[in-house]
């Protein structure tokens, strides 16, 4: 289980994410979801140790060191950006290759030195980052420059790295953002194998249909708290949520 | 990469569907013939070195050779390792006095100079790397350029390691087994200095180190939540190449067999700038040609007399207007146009990098 507890970052004076504490087990999908600035991508920076944060982060019972994106990737917790994090000049294989996991031999002297041994460890990570294309639907674009791809295919190149590095939580930021419908429908794929893999995904998303298909649970942040938690399909209706989203309901005089 | 070397399907005539290769996908930076680029690259530097029969030209080719070394050096901290490290002209100069020092003061001989001088040269740079590695970008640089400054003065004032004044004469010259080379095999042995450093440049590039330092320099937040320690390929790829400024700085302090402060200070900062600007920052290529751009161009331009370096700096202008991605890239991008013409696609524009 991924458990965050008291989670809480400020930039500056600003309360960013306010002692928040999610929960998610594996196998099961945990929809974050708010209004814009509530706090729901920096919640997910601060569990992989991209920004720096108080509190308390285990991952299966051990403790994770915040502050520190080495220390998640070891403990198997990937993540993806809402912007795609694709690397135009590298082709897509190199880019899935670099989430790998076998990262033996990939330093100087073995370009240098050690290099038919570097090779052999590099035929075993092609293959792995070939099937992992593969998986979606990538494997045609293995050697193009990742700049050739469409923005959809972009994503999917991204959920292809998370692949290879075999994770036991994926975070996700607004991974349907900029998908269209079919994509968007793929995408839910996506993530119930990796669902049915036995990740436990975080997900923070907006599209309410998207996540309605995929979420098993979700979470409601507003400036920084949490404000709801409840099963996907009872969110939407709770007194709470609809405050966040569309403001306090109060009778103007 | 060439456009040539990243599309199979294109390249074998059919559509771009499925390749037709069987077996694991080679990612294209395992794919082109480099090792036959080297090869002919070597068969070219030997004719040039048998053609090069006046002092004059030998000069040149040295000269060539010994910033191509340093251009390379600061292409792997530059253009691979992401860093702007404006501090490349002061570690040729470390190379250059460590060298003299051991060879002239401890009676080494050359070849012991230069490992030596590779050597004092990479740890340095190991600890001026630990103490400004938190620097980001701008201030990088700024904090390399001031160590560069500093050197400058330490070779000047030091004079039990640099000699009295920093100045140092009549150094022992380029030798092999015991026997001082002659102008054309002195000039000869610095070209084989840069097809080695070139060769490992290359290898550099076709290994996992190259992709992970793409990350580094276009992801960094990004590439460390994939696992990849940032600051070690960051370390890594400065200290190679200071190592080959070390070289580069002992190459040239033995064949020109003298030493002064002056000559390691912005000016050659500049010229090995130029040199990857010049070449391009796609390929290990860049800085090789770019060098003997900078080192001839000038000479070329001569006959001009005292408006030469107007003339030179409109050039360098024009350069950067007409080629922003070097001669490597132009190269690039006239193989793309080739290659996409003989595939019957319209040429697209060539991506910066992708060359």
């Known amino acids: 289980m991924l458990v965050a507890t008291d989670v809480r970052v400020t930039f500056g004076g600003v309360v960013a994410v306010d002692d928040l504490s999610i929960e998610v087990e594996p196998g099961v999908v945990l929809a974050v979801v708010g209004p814009n600035g509530s706090g729901k991508t920096t919640l997910l920076n601060a ?23 080495g220390r998640a990737r070891q403990a198997h917790c990937l993540r993806t950006f809402q912007t795609p994090q694709v690397i135009d000049e590298l082709s897509c294989i190199d880019n899935v290759l670099l989430a790998t996991e076998d990262r033996e031999a990939t330093g100087l002297l073995a370009s240098w030195v050690t290099r038919r041994q570097m090779l052999a460890r590099e035929h075993r990570r092609w293959a792995a980052a070939e099937a992992c294309l593969e998986q979606f639907g990538l494997r045609e674009q293995a050697v193009l420059p990742a700049s050739r791809l469409t923005y959809g295919q972009r994503r999917w190149l991204e959920l292809a790295r998370v692949a290879l590095a075999r994770p036991r939580y994926l975070l996700t930021d607004e991974p349907s953002a900029g998908l269209n419908e079919a994509e968007t429908v793929r995408l839910a794929e996506h993530i119930a194998a990796f669902r049915a893999a036995g990740v436990g995904v975080v997900l923070v998303d907006h599209k309410v249909d998207f996540l309605r298909r995929v979420a098993d649970r979700a979470v409601v942040l507003a400036l920084g708290r949490k404000v709801a938690e409840d099963r996907i399909e009872a969110i939407w209706d709770l007194p709470a949520v609809q405050d966040a989203y569309l403001g306090t309901r109060r009778v103007i005089r | 990469m060439s456009e040539l070397s990243v599309d199979p399907a294109g390249a074998a005539g059919g559509q771009p569907t499925a390749p037709a290769t069987v077996g694991p996908v080679r990612p294209p930076v395992y794919a082109g013939r480099q090792g036959l680029g080297l090869a002919a690259f ?44 404006f501090c490349q002209a002061a570690l040729v100069g470390l190379g250059a006095y460590s060298s003299a020092w051991l060879t002239q003061d401890h009676g080494l001989p050359f070849a012991l100079g230069l490992l030596g001088a590779v050597a004092i040269t990479a740890v340095v740079a190991a600890g001026l790397f630990a103490l400004v590695k938190r620097c980001d970008a701008f201030y990088f640089a700024i904090a390399t350029l001031a160590f560069g400054f ?22 022992p010259g380029i030798s092999l087994g015991g026997d001082e080379l002659s102008g054309r095999s002195s000039a000869a042995a610095v070209v084989v200095v840069l097809l080695l450093a070139l060769g490992l440049t290359l290898l550099v590039e076709r290994s996992p180190l190259n992709r992970e330092a793409a990350a580094v320099r276009h992801l960094p937040l990004a590439a460390s939540t994939f696992g990849i320690g940032v600051m070690r390929i960051r370390a890594t790829m400065f200290v190679a190449g200071a190592a080959y400024s070390g070289a580069a700085g002992s190459l040239l302090a033995h064949r020109n067999r003298v030493l002064s402060p002056e000559a390691f200070d912005i000016e050659l900062a500049i ?39 107007l003339v030179f700096g409109g050039l360098l202008i024009a350069i950067m207007i007409f080629v922003p991605d070097g001669l490597v890239g132009l190269a690039g991008r006239v193989q793309g146009l080739v290659a996409d013409r003989r595939r019957g696609r319209p040429a697209e524009p060539a991506v910066a990098g992708e060359a």
């Open chain 1, 47 to 69: 569990i992989t140790g991209l920004v720096p944060c108080r509190g308390r982060v285990t991952v299966d019972g051990t403790v994770l060191a915040t502050g520190r994106p």
């Open chain 2, 42 to 85: 070597a068969v070219a530097l030997a004719v040039i070195v048998v053609l090069a029969d006046s002092p004059y030209s030998q000069g040149l080719v040295g000269q060539w050779a010994t910033l191509a070394i340093a251009g390379l050096g600061f292409y792997l901290a530059f253009g691979v390792g992401g860093q702007f490290s």
């Open chain 2, 150 to 171: 500093l050197a400058v003065v330490v070779f000047r004032e030091w004079s039990s390691f640099a000699g009295p004044g920093g100045e140092r004469r009549s150094l």
């Open chain 2, 271 to 309: 010229d090995i700038f130029l040199v990857l600007l010049f070449g391009g920052l796609g390929s290990a290529w860049g800085p090789v040609l770019g060098a003997a751009f900078v080192v001839w161009a000038p000479e070329q331009l001569r006959f001009i007399g005292r408006d030469r370096d």
